[in-house]
């Protein structure tokens, strides 16, 4: 079955860097877009980051636009999210899910179970 | 950007009840619209996709509907598994999710 495990989150100080990972089974990794989504404690769900199948393009929410970069190795099928500055307000649970491309609309079919960044002095 | 609002934020209702959510765009998003059920501690489920198609495997009491700029997710007999916070996402342009609407139990 699809299955989408995060790795990678702790605690970090503030100005610090963290790289998370996403690895993907189940399913054919090389030919869907990834996402990243994330969830402040007792908040809503915030879009982060999304990685077309092949990597040739990339996208990302204001709020982390420069500090955070999405990556992918598809010979590991396996996802990635590269945090640096990080900020009290990144702290978060990060979750990765796989894109599902329906006629034209982008829509996130399955999710991981996320990994916590906690960023604290 | 495109703002989603979910009403309402709370919804206390019982085993049985027919339960309606709405969920209102900024701008039109056609049908680009999906719903997302999460419960405590967990990751988010997604339940419709295009505004009205139910994803595989969810169970037909769950239904949506609507396009533009206004949508309701309905949930036709609440089950003792349905009480959790539900999200509207629009996938028009980029990704936006609604602030979510916790169904709590009467």
């Known amino acids: 079955q699809v299955q989408l495990v995060e790795s990678g989150g702790g605690v970090v100080q503030p100005g610090g860097s963290l790289r998370l990972s996403c690895a993907a089974s189940?399913?054919?990794?090389?030919?869907?877009?990834m996402h990243w989504v994330r969830q402040a404690p007792g908040k809503g769900l915030e879009w982060v980051a999304f990685?077309?199948?092949?990597?040739?393009?990339?996208y990302y929410a204001d709020s982390v636009k420069g500090r955070f970069t999405i990556s992918r190795d598809n010979s590991k099928n396996t996802l990635y999210l590269q945090m640096n500055s990080l900020r009290a307000e990144d702290t978060a649970v990060y979750y990765c899910?796989?894109?599902?491309?329906?006629?034209?609309?982008?829509?996130?079919?399955?999710w991981g179970k996320g990994t916590t960044v906690t960023v604290s002095s | 950007d495109i703002q989603m609002t979910q009403s309402p934020s709370t919804l206390s209702a019982s085993v049985g009840d027919r339960v309606t959510i709405t969920c209102r765009a900024s701008?039109?998003?056609?049908?680009?619209l999906a719903w997302y059920q999460q419960k405590p501690g967990k990751a988010p489920k997604l339940l419709i996709y295009?505004?009205?198609s139910l994803e595989s495997g969810v169970p037909s009491r769950f239904s949506g509907s609507g396009s533009g700029t206004e949508f309701t997710l309905t949930i036709s007999s609440l089950q003792p598994d349905d009480f959790a916070t539900y999200y509207c996402?629009?996938?028009?342009?980029?990704?936006?999710f609604g602030q979510g609407t916790k169904v709590e139990i009467k």
């Open positions: 899910a796989k894109d599902n491309p329906v006629a034209g609309g982008h829509y996130m079919d399955v």
């Open positions: 189940g399913f054919t990794f090389s030919s869907y877009g």
């Open positions: 990685i077309r199948y092949d990597g040739s393009n990339k």
């Open positions: 701008q039109s998003i056609s049908s680009w």
């Open positions: 295009k505004a009205s």
């Open positions: 996402q629009q996938y028009n342009s980029f990704w936006t």
